[in-house]
């Protein structure tokens, strides 16, 4: 069934440095790549996405690669700040079924001041 | 970003009861919510598929006697876990499809039950 592979699962970094989270995913198909991140106790928050027609999007601190060929994704973080701490999910959806949206582990990122 | 509204955010309930738990988009239409279940350190699993005005529809695994869903309005959806017993004890949170039909989804801010 689809799946979405997500590593590692906690991250420690100190302040200043990247970091870089890779998922990867097994529906061909899927279309729709979104990053989450999740504070203790609230629900998700989006940070980024990016489709499969884009190799890669930037925001600021915050980017995406995407190789469809190799079904990758990575989060990267640059200049991380303490209050990039939190848990960060990366998922794969597509257009087909609706947008069900199949989400990773998480990965817990800590940023030591 | 578009809004969606959980309530309520913490819920207590002995064991045998029922608990309501709602979903609204603020500021948008959803004809499409979805609910999961998150335990402690672990990812979103997703529960169910809420249409408005139709049935749920259920991932498996999932009683859907034991979590009923309704969607009656654009803006509505509501997860009843009925005769909640302990081991429902967890983090409930909806999402609401953006009216764009572009994939993006909008988060609750969560609802924690505890049934003791």
């Known amino acids: 069934g689809e799946n979405v592979e997500q590593h590692p699962s906690t991250l420690s970094v100190q302040e200043g440095d990247s970091a870089v989270i890779k998922c990867t995913y097994s529906?061909?198909?899927?279309?729709?790549f979104p990053w989450y991140k999740q504070e203790l106790g609230k629900g998700p928050q989006l940070i980024i996405d990016?489709?499969?027609?884009?190799g890669e999007k930037k925001d600021q601190r915050i980017a995406v690669t995407l190789n469809k060929t190799a079904k990758h994704f990575s989060l990267h973080i640059t200049e991380t700040q303490p209050e990039d701490s939190a848990v960060y999910f990366c998922?794969?959806?597509?257009?087909?079924?609706?947008?069900?949206?199949?989400f990773g582990a998480g990965t817990r990122l800590f940023v030591k001041a | 970003g578009a809004v969606v509204s959980q309530h309520p955010s913490r819920v207590i309930c002995k064991s045998g009861t029922s608990v309501k738990i709602e979903c609204r988009s603020l500021?948008?239409?959803?004809?499409?919510m979805f609910w999961y279940r998150q335990f402690p350190k672990q990812s979103l699993m997703l529960m169910a598929t809420?249409?408005?005005?139709?049935?749920?529809?259920?991932e498996q695994g999932v009683e859907k006697d034991k979590f009923l869903i309704n969607h009656a309005s654009l803006t509505l959806s509501t997860l009843t876990v009925t005769s909640a017993h302990p081991e429902d004890s967890s983090f409930y949170i909806c999402?609401?499809?953006?009216?764009?039909?572009?994939?993006?989804?909008?988060f609750g801010e969560g609802s924690r039950l505890t049934v003791l």
């Open positions: 999402s609401a499809r953006g009216s764009g039909n572009t994939g993006e989804l909008f």
């Open positions: 529906d061909s198909a899927s279309n729709y």
């Open positions: 990016i489709r499969s027609n884009v």
């Open positions: 998922a794969a959806s597509k257009r087909a079924g609706g947008f069900k949206t199949i």
């Open positions: 500021d948008f239409q959803a004809t499409t």
């Open positions: 809420s249409n408005e005005g139709s049935k749920a529809t259920y």
